[in-house]
């Protein structure tokens, strides 16, 4: 689950993490009032973000103001203007696609003298089953561009799950980045108190792009990226509130309400299978047989009538969808069973009107596979069966032919 920078700084900040003041506003009235309460605070220096759930807001621009979706401001009246630009505008950035994302809420900070950029995540390194620190002195820029371009300027940190950060490492990261005297000594705290954050709250990924370092020697998150570990909610029902469904996928949301695991893709061919690593196979062959999957859909381990009509639905919602590959083991669950659902399921009106045009391939195996092929032959439905995955890609790619 993703959260908005303004909420990941109130966490980070609740864990001794160093950011800049500042207030999230859903309406210009509240972000002139928050401005003018940090003037008297002794802020002269104003910077208005847009809130939404992807970055690249720096260099963005909304579609009719065509302002960007981070604006410095030198006075009140400027944060009225920006608050104004921006609330209810959309913003286009790098990361958002064309249709950009609308802007709802904004976060009004202070200003920070930037004296040095730079770039802190930390996530899972799943190849070496540890946590893993990385530093860069190239701030304020893609990560993903240093990694291709100059990776020997991003330098790491593999945690030891049993031992957690040392100190001794969080010291070799702020030297890595060139930092001296007390700028040093804020920069270890500040490693320290991030990645204890980190750990505590569960998150997947921390991104602080840029940490700066101001001439005074302070050291801030000026912005703040979190994700969490959907698996591990449960335990942080603070986080879990912190959700904001405006901001996702809406298919993959309602997949995600049916227990389904759904991830749209660009190309035309539906995928239901159960299990990750079959539905993973299932797109990989569909690839090799020339095809383009539409979507990842695992339905889990009991593809019973109700999953699998949930599962059409989603799929279904796809305009670009030609063709359906069904895919499912039956290992806890009879492949008979899971026939006889296909059908009812295909039978239903709302689904049967969807699928008139859209051939279904159906590939079981496991326990009844053989009467499960019987049994989707013996229908009158649109539907193809397969035994062999080789033989099912093949029959996705006759029917995109035809
Ligand atoms: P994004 O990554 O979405 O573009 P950032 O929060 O990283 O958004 O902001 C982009 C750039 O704007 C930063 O690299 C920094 O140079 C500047 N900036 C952001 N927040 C502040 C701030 N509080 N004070 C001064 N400059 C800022
Ligand atoms: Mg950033």
């Not at 000594?185 to 998150?203: G, R, S, W």
């Not at 749209?264 to 095809?291: F, Q, R, W």
């Amino acid at each position: 689950m993703k959260i908005h920078e303004y909420q990941a700084k109130d966490i980070l900040k609740d864990y001794g993490v160093a950011v800049p003041a500042g207030v999230a506003a859903d309406n210009v009235e509240q972000a002139v009032e928050a401005a003018k309460k940090m003037k008297e605070n002794g802020t002269s220096l104003f910077v208005v973000k847009a809130q939404i759930h992807a970055g690249g807001r720096g260099k963005g621009r909304t579609k009719n103001s065509d302002a960007k979706g981070v604006i410095l401001c030198k006075s009140i009246d400027e944060v009225r203007d920006a608050a104004e630009s921006l609330l209810g505008d959309t913003l286009v950035t790098i990361q958002t696609g064309e249709e950009g994302q609308k802007v709802k809420k904004i976060y009004v900070t202070d200003g920070v003298d930037i004296e040095q950029e730079f770039y802190l995540g930390i996530l899972l390194d799943r190849a070496k089953s540890k946590n893993v620190i990385m530093v860069s002195t190239e701030g304020g820029v893609e990560i993903e561009k240093v990694a291709e371009e100059t990776p020997e300027k991003i330098i790491k940190e593999w945690i030891e799950p049993g031992m957690g950060l040392q100190h001794n490492q969080a010291r070799h990261l702020a030297f890595a980045l060139g930092l001296e005297g007390d700028a040093f000594k804020k920069a270890v705290k500040f490693i320290m108190a991030l990645y204890n954050c980190y750990v505590e709250t569960d998150a997947s990924l921390v991104e602080i792009n840029p940490l700066v370092l101001t001439p005074g020697g302070d050291v801030y998150a000026l912005d703040a990226k979190m994700t969490f570990d959907d698996n591990a909610l449960f335990r942080h029902k603070d986080i879990q509130e912190l959700r904001d469904e405006s901001e996702e996928n809406p298919v993959e949301l309602e997949a995600s309400k049916h227990g389904l695991n759904y991830i749209k893709l660009d190309g035309n061919v539906g995928c239901m299978v159960n299990g990750a690593g079959l539905a993973m196979a299932t797109m990989d062959i569909i690839k090799l047989s020339g095809g383009e999957p539409a979507n990842f859909l695992d339905v889990g381990g009991s593809a019973n009538v109700e999953t699998v009509k949930n599962g059409f639905q989603i799929i279904l919602e796809d305009q670009n969808v030609k063709a359906i590959l069904i895919n499912i083991f039956g290992g806890i669950v009879r492949c008979d069973r899971v026939a006889n659902g296909i059908i009812e399921a295909v039978k239903d009106p709302e689904i049967a009107e969807k699928v008139e045009n859209v051939p279904i391939i159906v590939r079981l195996q496991g326990t009844n596979a053989k009467e499960a092929k019987e049994i989707i032959d013996n229908s009158d439905l649109n539907v193809i069966s397969a035994v062999l995955l080789k033989e099912a890609a093949e029959q996705v790619s006759k029917v995109l032919a035809a």
